[in-house]
């Protein structure tokens, strides 16, 4: 009974503890990862380069995650066999990680800078030049029409936006579709922009809102699994040390 309260004994149960915490960091990457791809990321695709930042981080919160949990099986094994190599060898992964998750929070935070300054005149010139209409089978416009329709807004700055664009050119409609509050109505003929008609606003601030609750969610998940992590990643390295 006396091994129970030796200093090796409570290291190892420390080190059991944390490496629970660290896998469960992991988890929570991979949730973020998923929650940041597949939901409202999806509509800010319309951005461009200006939002494919968060998507690169959310796929690289994918990897760290399921690196992460994997690494948790590792040095479960490596402490229950007491393998100095295999422990030695998580610690140095965990380091990496740590190091990647906090660039990675200070790149999202950086590059949503850019989306806010440079994205909105990129995207109102790319939108008059490139989109095609509500049908059309263009993902470009595919997209758009997504976007409008799912946030109740026209066009980037607001619904003047298709005025003398390649979209009214082609089809002598002064706005999309999408624009109207219901597809269905006799006014919504592409000429009457009432305000009971179609959404007026434009979606930029909605899409720079939505970026910004995405980059907030990377950034603070990749600091808040950071933190997690450490105490796990020193405990590794506590207990590569007593094995030696």
Same mark, same amino acid.
């Given at each position: 009974?006396?091994?129970?309260?030796?200093?090796?004994?409570?290291?190892?149960?420390?080190?059991?503890?944390?490496?629970?915490?660290?896998?469960?960091?992991?988890?929570?990457?991979?949730? *973020?990862?998923?929650?940041?791809?597949?939901? @409202? /990321?999806?509509?800010?695709?319309?951005?461009? #380069?200006? %939002?494919?930042? +968060?998507?690169?981080?959310?796929?690289?919160?994918?990897?760290?995650?399921?690196?992460?949990? *994997?690494?948790?099986?590792?040095?479960?094994? @490596? /402490?229950?066999?007491?393998?100095?190599?295999? #422990?030695? %060898?998580?610690? +140095?992964?965990?380091?990496?990680?740590?190091?990647?998750?906090?660039?990675?929070?200070?790149?999202?935070?950086?590059?949503?800078?850019?989306?806010?300054?440079?994205?909105?005149?990129?995207?109102?010139?790319?939108?008059?030049?490139?989109?095609?209409?509500?049908?059309?089978?263009?993902?470009?416009?595919?997209?758009?029409?997504?976007?409008?329709?799912?946030?109740?807004?026209?066009?980037?700055?607001?619904?003047?936006?298709?005025?003398?664009?390649?979209?009214?050119?082609?089809?002598?409609?002064?706005?999309?579709?999408?624009?109207?509050?219901?597809?269905?109505?006799?006014?919504?003929?592409?000429?009457?922009?009432?305000?009971?008609?179609?959404?007026?606003?434009?979606?930029?601030?909605?899409?720079?809102?939505?970026?910004?609750?995405?980059?907030?969610?990377?950034?603070?998940?990749?600091?808040?699994?950071?933190?997690?992590?450490?105490?796990?990643?020193?405990?590794?390295?506590?207990?590569?040390?007593?094995?030696?």
């Amino acid at each position: 009974m006396a091994e129970t309260h030796t200093p090796y004994y409570s290291l190892k149960k420390m080190f059991s503890f944390f490496n629970s915490v660290t896998a469960l960091s992991g988890m929570i990457l991979i949730g *973020l990862s998923i929650y940041v791809n597949f939901r @409202g /990321a999806v509509l800010t695709k319309v951005l461009g #380069l200006s %939002s494919a930042y +968060l998507f690169h981080i959310g796929y690289l919160c994918l990897v760290m995650g399921s690196v992460t949990v *994997l690494l948790g099986f590792a040095r479960r094994q @490596g /402490a229950a066999k007491e393998s100095r190599g295999t #422990l030695l %060898s998580c610690f +140095l992964v965990m380091v990496i990680i740590l190091i990647v998750e906090i660039t990675a929070a200070t790149v999202v935070f950086a590059f949503f800078q850019i989306v806010r300054e440079v994205a909105l005149e990129h995207n109102f010139v790319t939108l008059r030049k490139n989109y095609r209409g509500y049908e059309e089978p263009d993902d470009y416009s595919m997209r758009w029409n997504l976007v409008m329709e799912e946030l109740k807004c026209c066009g980037v700055k607001n619904y003047t936006d298709f005025s003398g664009s390649s979209f009214e050119r082609a089809t002598g409609h002064t706005y999309p579709r999408s624009c109207c509050k219901s597809l269905g109505t006799m006014d919504c003929d592409g000429r009457n922009v009432s305000a009971d008609v179609i959404h007026q606003e434009g979606c930029f601030p909605k899409l720079l809102k939505i970026t910004k609750t995405q980059s907030t969610n990377l950034s603070e998940g990749c600091l808040g699994a950071a933190v997690m992590q450490l105490p796990g990643t020193l405990a590794t390295l506590l207990l590569v040390i007593k094995l030696g």
